[in-house]
């Protein structure tokens, strides 16, 4: 073979070949290291997901035939407590001649209920996170007839509306429906 002005050999059908094999050898290289470091993270990604006991939180069906009007029951929902109050009448025509009252976060009554008689809320105050009081017969239940969040001094109104002291929100409603008359699902 005769060698090029610069000294290298002229490239010829085996040259070729070589290059083909190492394009090759290098795409192969790189495929099974990216399918390895795939792989490898899955399980640190996978930890991201929900647990499972978690994930069966997700909605909970409640029997609400044996509450009575004016009672208020407390369930567990992803870890927070959800207030259930079967209201009457009379805190329903409360709640919404409320509803043009000065408040910090104003949302009519209607807004905030599927049904007139049923209140479903996250019993957690929007200010720093506390539980208020007023689910227990007995409990103080704020200005309003609500809840009172004794820790900073919320009040919220019979509607769950923040309504006096330093919570900037509405108790949050829940995602919920009923699936007939007698079992509300939240979640």
């Not at 029997?63 to 407390?74: F, L, M, N, V, W």
């Not at 207030?83 to 509803?99: G, L, M, N, S, Y």
């Not at 002291?165 to 409603?173: D, S």
């Amino acid at each position: 073979m005769s060698q090029t002005a610069e000294g290298t050999a002229p490239q010829g059908p085996a040259g070729d070949d070589s290059q083909t094999r190492r394009d090759f050898l290098t795409l192969a290289t790189v495929t099974v290291g990216a399918a390895g470091a795939g792989l490898a993270v899955w399980p640190l990604i996978d930890t991201w997901n929900p647990a499972a006991d978690t994930l069966a939180l997700s909605s909970v069906e409640l029997d609400i035939k044996a509450i009575e009007p004016g009672q208020r029951i407390t369930v567990k929902w992803r870890g927070k407590p959800v207030f259930v109050d079967r209201r009457t009448p009379e805190r329903i025509k409360q709640a919404r001649a409320d509803d043009g009252a000065k408040m910090p976060d104003p949302q009519a009554d209607k807004d905030r209920v599927k049904k007139a008689e049923w209140l479903v809320l996250v019993g957690i105050c929007t200010h720093l996170g506390c539980v208020p009081l007023g689910q227990k017969t007995g409990q103080p239940r704020g200005d309003y007839g609500g809840w009172f969040c004794p820790c900073h001094g919320s009040h919220y109104d019979v509607s769950g509306r923040i309504r006096k002291g330093p919570a900037p929100n509405n108790l949050e409603v829940p995602e919920y429906s009923f699936l007939n008359e007698t079992t509300l699902r939240i979640g």
